[in-house]
């Protein structure tokens, strides 16, 4: 069963990998000069809308958490079903839903410059896999809740990336 802390734990998987990524970076050459710190009025990238503490996007932040649990569950339903549920394409496509929805939390809870971009390929993503589910789950309960959670998701992380456009 989903619970807040699952999506917690998904949630936090992400910022590790995440964390990790980046703490493994290579550093500046010390033979070449630092690139001058970029304050945000001279971020063009910036996104202007997309405010860490606002109700949208903490909204947002909730919906894209839920969703990844949903996906990581109906991944898991899909493989003791069998058959075209547990083959690789449908497995690998409900995989990459949770993970696009957890970091898209993650740049957004960091108000990445990034999080519009994140965004927007996460609402793609979710139409897909909500797309695929309905597809597939001919009245399966799990199938169904998934379908419905990822267009919820969808049209959360469209509203996001719309707003940073403005």
Do not use: W
């Amino acid at each position: 069963m989903y619970t807040r802390r699952s999506a917690a734990v998904i949630s936090f998987g992400a910022v590790a990998l995440i964390g990790f990524a980046a703490a493994s970076q290579p550093t500046q050459p010390a033979d070449r000069p630092a690139p001058a710190a970029r304050t945000p009025e001279t971020r063009k990238d910036q996104p202007m809308n997309m405010q860490h503490d606002s109700k949208a996007m903490q909204e947002c932040m909730k919906i894209c958490g839920e969703c990844a649990g949903v996906c990581a569950q109906t991944a898991h339903h899909c493989l003791t079903m069998g058959g075209q549920h547990a083959s690789p394409e449908h497995q690998t496509l409900l995989r990459d839903c949770a993970e696009i929805c957890a970091v898209s939390a993650c740049f957004m809870a960091r108000s990445s410059p990034r999080s519009a971009d994140l965004c927007r390929e996460c609402a793609e993503i979710c139409n897909l896999c909500a797309a695929e589910c309905d597809r597939m789950g001919k009245g399966d309960e799990m199938m169904t809740k998934c379908a419905e959670m990822c267009r919820r998701c969808a049209q959360s992380c469209e509203k996001m990336a719309g707003a940073a456009a403005r």
